[in-house]
């Protein structure tokens, strides 16, 4: 089985940064993909940026894109999301997701674990 562990967030003002972070523990491999997805209240979880196995392809949400840092550290097992400009927009609880294939995409299924989820909230 495979942990994972989110950490970073918290309230912060409209403009403001916050850097999420993901450890992973368990059975986690440096050769998962890993994501970010984030889920507002009454809406669907959606995907927010992923990294592949080895750093070297990224993607993003376009609401994020220019805004939102999507990097790991394989020595560390950990995942981080730089977040700059942050918009009341960006509320949500973000989730950190491992995908045992290389690269996981924008589609939540093609990720096998979870986190419990961190609260972000951008409020004045």
């Known amino acids: 089985q495979v942990q994972l562990l989110e950490s970073g967030g918290g309230l912060v003002q409209p403009g403001g940064s916050l850097r999420l972070s993901c450890a992973a523990s368990?059975?986690?491999?440096?050769?998962?993909?890993m994501g970010w997805f984030r889920q507002a209240p009454g809406k669907e979880r959606e995907f927010v940026a992923t990294v592949n196995w080895g750093g070297g392809i990224l993607k993003y949400a376009d609401s994020v894109k220019g805004r939102f840092t999507i990097s790991r550290d394989n020595a560390k097992n950990s995942v981080y999301l730089q977040m700059n400009s942050l918009k009341p927009e960006d509320t949500a609880v973000y989730y950190c997701?491992?995908?045992?294939?290389?690269?996981?995409?924008?589609?939540?299924?093609?990720?096998?674990?979870w986190g419990q989820g961190t609260q972000v909230t951008v409020s004045s």
């Open positions: 368990g059975r986690a491999r440096s050769s998962f993909a």
């Open positions: 997701a491992a995908g045992q294939s290389g690269y996981g995409g924008s589609s939540s299924g093609n990720y096998d674990y």
